[in-house]
Nanobody, 126 residues
Framework: QVQLVESGGGLVQAGGSLRLSCAASGRTFSRYGMGWFRQAPGNEREFVAS????????TYADSVKGRFTISRDSAKNTVYLQMSTLKPEDTAVYYC???????????????????WGQGTQVTVFS
């Protein structure tokens, strides 16, 4: 079992920056690819970014490409989402997620992930 806890959300002005953290339990974190998703009120949960277990490969949704950066620190069992040039449309609850087992390539579909955090709220105002 993998437990994930997000933190770092808050209220920021448009154009500002925010860094989200996802702390993972377990001793096999370094073998899991990880993903970030978000869900705004009335919207479906959507893919934001993913990172391979080694951190060498990253994937971003077109809507955040060039503004968001996903990274990880295996020593701290933590994955990060650095968000810059924030827009009001970035407002959502952000979730980190892990697949059902380590050692597999992570994708962009919600159904490809088994473990989810409780989410952290990000609100961007103009």
């Amino acid at each position: 079992q993998v437990q994930l806890v997000e933190s770092g959300g808050g209220l920021v002005q448009a154009g500002g920056s925010l860094r989200l953290s996802c702390a993972a339990s377990g001793r096999t974190f370094s073998r899991y690819g990880m993903g970030w998703f978000r869900q705004a009120p009335g919207n479906e949960r959507e893919f934001v970014a993913s990172i391979s277990s080694s951190g060498a490969s990253t994937t971003y949704a077109d809507s955040v490409k060039g503004r968001f950066t996903i990274s990880r620190d295996s020593a701290k069992n933590t994955v990060y989402l650095q968000m810059s040039t924030l827009k009001p449309e970035d407002t959502a609850v952000y979730y980190c997620a892990a697949p059902s087992r380590p050692g597999i390539r992570v994708g962009t579909k919600e159904g490809e992930y088994e473990y989810w955090g409780q989410g952290t709220q990000v609100t961007v105002f103009s």
